[in-house]
């Protein structure tokens, strides 16, 4: 009830203060930069008044100048798109133009060549006769090229100038959805390049809004089937570490395994590091992260990804499979993945054939590069699987 009170009381007092406020200033008050003999000179205030006029309207015009309304600046913008355009076509037609132009001159120069010949042969042999002896005008390579003139291959070019412009137009519009689904449908994929997703993180986020950079790389993953060659290994490295930086790792997990892309050891190591940051998707990632080592043939980090989620039988498997693992490979791998069963695994006859380490070295190893405990847990399990009827005495003195 205080507060309430204390609030009415300021909001009463504010009125009124705002109610007797004059925005005059005191005339009893001296004019600043005027004595108070000018102050009441009626020629002295008559000049006074022309230069604070004066000053005004250079301050308007200043500011006419320096500030423009935020709608001119659209209609200026949407005016350079279209003198923009305007150019572009002018440019086309007069290249267009020229071409055609230097094309009929040849054709002219080969066709009065001809006549002046005895004519024995048709004129397409002649032309062909002079390519080769390169009596026309110009490179040899310029005219080859106005002879072999193919209309569908400059409305092709055409048509990517186009969907270029309407991309960067869609981008400066804001319309960041259409241009990421315009950029995926590029003919030649013509706009799934660094230089799209430079443009796209230039942007940034918006709240409120999905990350544009993000809609990019859904929308060519998406169509990453339709087309023949598979997304390239950048363009896939950014596209995980864009997805993974949004915690969509679902997503993630889509684009490994459904969508055509090209895998790289970075993409790997990208959704290894993020797994271990979060221990409960930490399986996860390794699944994944296998996946893409085993396709990219690194069967050294496949391996390692299989035995820390506890696959060690697969893992043994694996070695027998790719019979390129070298003892310092094995020991790098329990370095890496102390498991007391992997280490029994690989220090004991598997299917018949004999282990791919000594249990003695391996152990003499363990101690040497500081994990005793290792070893000491490893000699327990063993320690524990004897057989009391064998070794009785041994298993007593043990325990």
């Keep these: 009830m205080q507060i309430d009170k204390t609030k009415q009381l300021r909001a009463e007092y504010e009125t009124k203060e705002i109610k007797y406020c004059t925005f005059s200033k005191d005339p009893s008050k001296p004019i600043p930069g005027m004595t108070l003999q000018d102050s009441v000179s009626l020629d002295a205030l008559t000049k006074y008044l022309k230069h604070l006029e004066d000053?005004?309207?250079?301050?308007?015009?200043?500011?006419?100048?320096?500030?423009?309304?935020?709608?001119?600046?659209?209609?200026?913008?949407?005016?350079?798109?279209?003198?923009?355009?305007?150019?572009?076509?002018?440019e086309n037609l007069n290249k267009e133009l020229q071409f055609h132009h230097q094309r009929l001159q040849i054709i002219l120069f080969a066709l009065t060549?001809?006549?002046?010949?005895?004519?024995?042969?048709?004129?397409?042999?002649?032309?062909?006769?002079?390519?080769?002896?390169?009596?026309?005008?110009?490179?040899?390579?310029?005219?080859?090229?106005?002879?072999?003139?193919?209309?569908?291959k400059a409305k092709e070019a055409e048509i990517l100038l186009y969907h270029i412009e309407r991309f960067n137009e869609l981008?400066?519009?804001?319309?960041?959805?259409?241009?990421?689904?315009?950029?995926?449908?590029?003919?030649?994929?013509?706009l799934q390049n660094i230089g799209t997703v430079n443009k796209f993180k230039a942007v940034g986020k918006i709240r409120g809004k999905p990350f544009p950079l993000l809609l990019?790389?859904?929308?060519?993953?998406?169509?990453?089937?339709?087309?023949?060659?598979?997304?390239?290994?950048?363009?896939?490295?950014?596209?995980?570490?864009?997805?993974?930086?949004e915690k969509r790792l679902d997503l993630v997990i889509n684009w490994v395994t459904q969508e055509r892309l090209t895998f790289s050891e970075e993409a790997g190591d990208a959704i290894c590091d993020y797994?271990?940051?979060?221990?409960?998707?930490?399986?996860?990632?390794?699944?994944?992260?296998?996946?893409?080592?085993?396709?990219?043939?690194?069967?050294?980090?496949?391996?390692?990804?299989?035995?820390?989620?506890g696959q060690i039988h697969k893992a043994m498997e694996y070695i027998q499979q790719f019979k390129e693992f070298t003892y310092y490979d094995?020991?790098?791998?329990?370095?890496?993945?102390?498991?007391?069963?992997?280490?029994?695994?690989?220090?004991?006859?598997?299917?018949?054939?004999?282990?791919?380490?000594?249990?003695?070295?391996?152990?003499?190893?363990?101690?040497?590069?500081?994990?005793?405990?290792?070893?000491?847990?490893?000699?327990?399990?063993?320690?524990?699987?004897?057989?009391?009827?064998?070794?009785?005495?041994?298993?007593?003195?043990?325990?």
């Design 171 to 190: 981008i400066s519009l804001g319309e960041y959805e259409k241009a990421a689904c315009f950029a995926a449908n590029s003919p030649r994929r013509i």
């Design 330 to 399: 094995l020991m790098e791998l329990i370095k890496l993945c102390p498991d007391p069963e992997l280490i029994q695994c690989l220090t004991k006859e598997w299917n018949g054939k004999p282990p791919f380490l000594s249990f003695g070295l391996t152990i003499i190893h363990l101690f040497s590069v500081d994990m005793k405990k290792v070893g000491i847990k490893v000699l327990q399990e063993i320690n524990k699987a004897l057989p009391l009827a064998v070794f009785p005495r041994k298993v007593k003195l043990v325990k």
């Design 216 to 245: 990019f790389f859904e929308a060519i993953f998406s169509t990453s089937h339709a087309h023949r060659r598979p997304i390239d290994a950048i363009l896939t490295l950014e596209g995980i570490k864009c997805g993974l930086s």
């Design 275 to 309: 797994g271990e940051q979060n221990l409960y998707i930490k399986a996860k990632c390794l699944a994944l992260a296998q996946i893409i080592y085993s396709e990219c043939n690194l069967h050294k980090k496949a391996l390692l990804c299989m035995c820390k989620q």
């Design 113 to 152: 060549s001809w006549v002046k010949s005895d004519m024995s042969i048709s004129f397409q042999d002649f032309v062909k006769q002079i390519q080769k002896t390169k009596d026309l005008h110009g490179d040899q390579g310029i005219v080859e090229e106005l002879c072999e003139y193919d209309p569908g």
């Design 55 to 90: 000053k005004y309207a250079e301050i308007k015009q200043v500011m006419s100048k320096k500030y423009v309304p935020a709608q001119r600046m659209v209609d200026l913008d949407e005016e350079m798109i279209v003198v923009l355009k305007r150019r572009d076509v002018a």
